[in-house]
T-cell receptor, first 114, second 111 residues
Framework: EPEVTQTPSHQVTQMGQEVILRCVPI?????FYWYRQILGQKVEFLVS????????KSEIFDDQFSVERPDGSNFTLKIRSTKLEDSAMYFC????????????FGDGTRLSIL | ELKVEQNPLFLSMQEGKNYTIYCNYS?????LYWYRQDPGKSLESLFV?????AVKQEGRLMASLDTKARLSTLHITAAVHDLSATYFC???????????FGSGTKLNVKP
């Protein structure tokens, strides 16, 4: 079965540095999402992306964050000037357009800010 | 902002027992999802409920949706240890563009 793949699985970064988290959605999916989950807490929606633009974003997704689909397969989340509180698990998900199927989630990237 | 509330947040039960997890939400959405998450792992889809009165069953788990009450339930029948995990409900607001998750119910099934 096709999978959403995320790299790296674990990223350790100094506070203030920029990080890029990468995702390869399932090939025939057109809706892409980023979520974050702080350890032990709920999954929080960050952003949805469709047709090469942001569809919706949450209050968490401020100017520090950006997303990009640089080519036909990758979907990236960039976090500029990271803060300690950005430490979390970041999940990428994808879905077909107007599908009655659930989103498919990747295994996540654990981001640790030191 | 849409609110999704689950209860209980923690549930410890003996094998063989039955229990229900509740998910209340504040929007008029008629799409609700249940996911399972094992520690340190990703989210695994369990059920997709797409209309009022929808009921889905898989093994010892059964989910239902009442859109008028804005309530979904996840019922566990004759629990087994393998069901120990955290269960999240999620609601789709704005037609696949925005999803809100509940706080999760951490289930521990004791042998």
């Amino acid at each position: 079965e096709p999978e959403v793949t995320q790299t790296p699985s674990h990223q350790v970064t100094q506070m203030g540095q920029e990080v890029i988290l990468r995702c390869v959605p399932i090939s025939n999916h057109l809706y892409f999402y980023w979520y974050r989950q702080i350890l032990g807490q709920k999954v929080e929606f960050l952003v949805s992306f469709y047709n090469n633009e942001i569809s919706e974003k949450s209050e968490i997704f401020d100017d520090q964050f950006s997303v990009e689909r640089p080519d036909g397969s990758n979907f990236t989340l960039k976090i500029r000037s990271t803060k300690l509180e950005d430490s979390a698990m970041y999940f990428c998900a994808s879905n077909k357009v107007y599908s009655n199927q659930p989103q498919h989630f990747g295994d996540g990237t654990r981001l640790s800010i030191l | 902002e849409l609110k999704v509330e689950q209860n209980p947040l923690f549930l410890s039960m003996q094998e063989g027992k039955n229990y229900t997890i509740y998910c209340n939400y504040s929007t008029t959405s008629d799409r609700l999802y249940w996911y399972r998450q094992d520690p340190g792992k990703s989210l695994e889809s369990l059920f997709v409920l797409l209309s009022n009165g929808a009921v889905k069953q898989e093994g010892r788990l059964m989910a239902s949706l009442d859109t008028k009450a804005r309530l979904s339930t996840l019922h566990i029948t004759a629990a087994v240890h393998d069901l120990s995990a955290t269960y999240f409900c999620a609601v789709d607001e704005d037609n696949f563009n925005k999803f809100y998750f509940g706080s999760g119910t951490k289930l521990n099934v004791k042998p």
